[in-house]
């Protein structure tokens, strides 16, 4: 009899357990899904899946123009890249610092030369020692101080892109190929010295993090794109900064100024001209 009694007390008692265990999670699911910032629960941007690019036969690629071009985020269209409540730049550095996204190095727009995820966290930010004055005892000591990248200097992304018609569908394509974000660099006064490269980001894979992040609509807010919607229907203003050449040279090594502008013209009307000389023949 001893041995059913505590049989049944082992029993009773898991029993209990498992009740308070079963509570306690309901309770948690309840909270959690009571307190939201929205009126309703969105899951248009979770289930987002990346639209695969169509097929491209090389025997069918009729024109090619590789280009590099810049988008500077103080330009109006490009304001959603300095959205207060997430910066662009945030969803990439978040990804390489956890290891989810391969960098490659500021001048390897190549991608042969991988940046581990501790070179990406030097990038910007720096370790240094200031000296400090005890306000009681005027002692002075030195304390180490780590000064972290400011998400305001970067002001710019440069884009390695190809422009494609496929004589098959009679249709030109734009296949961003790499995406670099550029910071300001400024000395020990605050002036500043010159744009820096930080590193280069492989967009294909870039696209799977891009897809389920929103973008701001200044119009609606239940209906936000995406910032691989961004990228992929070019909502965005920028300049072209380069075209593919014997000399491999950027558009600044030859041009300044006015020139630079006119230059980033021809090279645009060229392409677009190219297409409606395709379509005419």
């Not at 309901?26 to 987002?48: I, K, P």
């Not at 006119?262 to 379509?279: G, P, S, T, V, Y």
Request: hydrophobic share 40%.
């Amino acid at each position: 009899m001893s041995i059913m009694k505590t049989i049944k007390s082992i029993i009773s008692f898991i029993l209990l357990l498992s009740t308070t265990f079963f509570e306690i999670s309901a309770q948690d699911v309840t909270e959690e899904s009571t307190v939201r910032d929205r009126a309703y629960d969105v899951e248009r941007t979770a289930n987002r899946r990346v639209i695969p690019y169509e097929h491209l036969r090389e025997s069918d690629v009729f024109y090619e123009r590789r280009i590099w071009r810049e988008i500077n985020v103080n330009e109006k269209l490009n304001k959603p890249f300095i959205y207060p409540q997430g910066y662009f730049i945030e969803i990439i550095l978040d990804a390489a610092y956890e290891c989810v996204l391969q960098t490659y190095e500021m001048m390897d727009d190549q991608f042969k030369s991988p940046l581990s995820c501790e070179d990406v966290k030097a990038i910007g930010n720096s370790i240094d020692t200031e000296l400090v004055v005890d306000p009681v005892t005027l002692e002075e000591s030195y304390e180490v101080v780590e000064n972290l990248l400011n998400r305001d200097h970067v002001t710019k992304y440069r884009l390695k892109e190809d422009w494609i018609f496929d004589k098959q569908l009679s249709q030109l394509y734009v296949r961003i190929l790499g995406i670099a974000p550029i910071m300001e660099k400024y000395d020990e006064n605050g002036n500043f010295m010159a744009d820096i490269v930080m590193f280069w980001t492989y967009y294909p894979d870039l696209r799977n993090l891009l897809v389920n992040e929103e973008v701001f609509n200044p119009y609606n807010d239940s209906q936000r794109l995406s910032w691989d919607d961004i990228f992929e229907m070019r909502l965005f203003a920028s300049t072209i900064t380069k075209e593919n050449n014997v000399w491999d040279r950027r558009i600044q090594d030859y041009a300044t100024g006015i020139d630079a502008l006119l230059e980033h013209d021809r090279i645009r009307q060229e392409m677009f001209e190219k297409e409606h000389d395709l379509w005419s023949l």
